[in-house]
């Protein structure tokens, strides 16, 4: 009975194991040393969100990272049996970058931690800087386009235009702008959409494209208008006047602006009263010469 017991539990114990091991798979080996899963997971933790958030969507970087640390660890064991991190200029570099790293840290996980922006706060934001969301005016339109190279002769530039001619006459005569598009406009990227350009804002377009078509109504056909890309027929189906964004639509986006704001600002009033406790000075001109301003390009 007690050796059936026995072979119950190391069953049970073997099963486990088994269990665990596949929840922390070793992912890489020095010598006779495992690195586990767990043991990545635990560094990739030490690292700011936006770099986890960026690691976790891509395995290869992750792969690279692991080979980084792993060869990183490796060689820096074996520089340290050869005495070279207690050469003088080594401890004193270390002992630097030691000291921005933990300030860095104490920044983001104790200063700026506790930071997080209200709703109040973030209304306050929008109502004050409204003006930096507003969208511009913005039309939607279709076009026709019959293709010139820039560089083309008189003969093909008049030929072009008389055939830009004949698919104009047709559309003021009543056919589907649309269908006409489909069947004739050299614009590749919008030609089996009947021409349309979807809504689009000044700055975009060519010049005399733009000028043309933020002139016409709803429902308006232009004459011929041409730019460096050959002939246009233009036709606006919808215009929009300017608008702001409404405090919904950019709320969230305003968050971690704000937040980061309020962030800064912790951390800078963290080291002015540091500053200001310690009796902290400087003098410029023991570092730069008498004269000199550090501030000039």
């Known amino acids: 009975m007690k050796k059936i017991l026995l072979m119950i539990a190391l069953f049970v114990v073997s099963l486990y194991a088994q269990s ?31 770099t986890r958030a960026t690691m976790e969507k891509d395995p290869k970087r992750q792969a690279a990272m692991l080979r980084q640390i792993v060869t990183s660890k490796v060689i820096a064991d074996e520089v340290r049996k050869k005495g070279f991190a207690q050469r003088p200029d080594i401890r004193e570099n270390m002992e630097l970058l030691t000291d921005n790293f933990l300030t860095i840290e104490y920044f983001d996980k104790v200063v700026a931690k506790k930071v997080k922006a209200t709703d109040e706060g973030i209304r306050e934001y929008y109502e004050e800087n409204k003006n930096k969301f507003r969208d511009p005016a913005r039309i939607r339109a279709r076009h026709i386009l019959v293709k010139v190279n820039r560089t083309a002769q008189e003969e093909e530039l008049k030929q072009a235009r008389d055939k830009t001619e004949n698919i104009l006459s047709r559309v003021k005569s009543g056919e589907d702008f649309a269908k006409l598009a489909s069947e004739y406009s050299d614009d590749p990227g919008s030609k089996s959409k009947g021409g349309d350009l979807g809504f689009f804002s000044r700055g975009r377009m060519a010049p005399e494209f733009e000028r043309a078509a933020f002139s016409l109504n709803p429902g308006d056909i232009s004459d011929i208008v041409q730019t460096n890309f050959g002939f246009h027929i233009i036709k606006v189906a919808e215009k929009k006047e300017p608008s702001i964004k409404p405090y919904e639509a950019v709320k969230e986006q305003l968050r971690k602006k704000v937040e980061i704001d309020m962030k800064k600002k912790a951390v800078d009033d963290y080291v002015e009263r540091i500053v200001k406790e310690k009796n902290i000075s400087f003098d410029l001109e023991g570092l730069f010469g008498s004269g000199i301003d550090p501030h000039m390009k």
Do not use: C, H, N, Y
């Open 20 to 50: 665990f091991a596949a929840e922390d798979p070793v992912v890489a080996r020095i010598g006779d040393t495992e690195i586990l899963k767990s043991d990545f997971e635990r560094w990739m933790s030490f690292g700011s969100e936006q």
